[in-house]
């Protein structure tokens, strides 16, 4: 047992072992990317010999903790459990760190409706036509970065794109408006099937590209940087609906979430907004306390 021990070392065989067995779980090649990074943070921090013990595993913890917002630490953590766990050394795995359940968004992140029209202006005046119906496809339809492959020329024709990703399928439905305009973008662009927004090449647009060029606009849009990632778009899709229809179940359907949770993430309002509805509640007096008189 203890010579089973000595042996836990993580190396680069044993991460390339970790990832094919990623490929065979049919885990998006994204996701390998990152655990394959994550585990690299690991390694870097175990030193020349990469043993890995319980100790040594609860200490990368709390580096991470002191180095990382508590939802990226349990991130990479996750990564590493799950390296764990795949060569058999679950006594070294270690708990996520716990995070209380925040109960708004903070509004230094979110990114209002408001912003969003002054990014897709911004987008038009500056020429990036591929990059203003790539926003509106996201923000119209809460499709993931990873799923623009999916809006394809037949998906616009038929106003519905058909998405299967991690073994997972579902349809999501395309408003007529952004139909009309893809189809009108697809004959301009020569693109005649297949996945509409692709490189000049014909490759799959690289989400790091798309991330580059949004924050490309944030002069000219007059939106802090910060809240400016496709992802935002995702959320303020979710928000608005939820906002809307009050119905959280179908939301996870049309998101593509297994877990309900996940979805009122999505759903969380601004600081500001729940600060208004505290206020309407009218529960503090706002008279200011005087000592009677005796």
């Known amino acids: 047992m203890e010579r089973e021990k000595e042996n836990r070392i993580i190396d680069q065989t044993a991460v390339e072992a970790f990832c094919r067995m990623l490929v065979t779980e049919e ?10 990074r994550d585990l690299r943070k690991l390694a870097h921090f175990l030193g020349e010999d ?7 595993m609860i200490a990368y913890k709390q580096k991470l903790k002191e180095g990382y917002k508590d939802a990226s630490a349990n991130s990479i953590l996750a990564a590493a459990n799950c390296f764990l766990k795949f060569r058999g050394w679950y006594d070294c795995m270690v708990k996520s760190i716990r995070i209380q359940r925040e109960s708004f968004r903070s509004p230094e992140r979110e990114l209002t409706k408001q912003e969003y029209y002054a990014l897709l202006d911004a987008a038009r005046r500056g020429g990036k036509e591929r990059l203003y ?3 509106q496809a996201i923000c119209s339809t809460g499709i ?8 394809t020329v037949e998906a616009v024709r038929s106003g519905r794109a058909h998405v299967s990703l991690k073994g ?3 349809t ?4 007529k408006a952004l139909c009309r305009d893809l189809a009108r973008y697809a004959e301009r662009r020569g693109i005649r099937s297949g996945s509409i927004f692709v490189t000049r090449n014909g490759k799959p647009l690289d989400r790091s590209n798309i991330l580059h060029e949004m924050k490309a606009l944030s002069d000219m849009a007059g939106v802090d940087r910060k809240k400016i990632f496709p992802h935002n778009l ?3 899709f979710a928000f608005t609906y939820y906002e809307k229809e009050k119905d959280l179940l179908r939301l996870a359907d ?3 979430h297994s877990n309900v949770n996940t979805t009122r993430i999505y759903t969380m309002t601004s600081g500001r907004e729940q600060e208004k509805q505290l206020e309407q509640l009218g529960l503090a007096s706002g008279i200011p306390f005087r000592k009677e008189a005796a």
């Open 133 to 135: 119906y790539v926003m």
């Open 27 to 36: 885990r998006s090649q994204a996701t390998i990317e990152k655990y394959e």
């Open 234 to 236: 995702r959320h303020l």
């Open 144 to 151: 993931r970065v990873s799923e623009l492959s999916f809006i």
């Open 168 to 170: 997972k399928s579902r």
């Open 50 to 56: 990469g043993s890995v013990t319980k100790e040594r």
């Open 254 to 256: 049309i998101l593509g």
């Open 172 to 175: 999501v439905l395309l408003p």
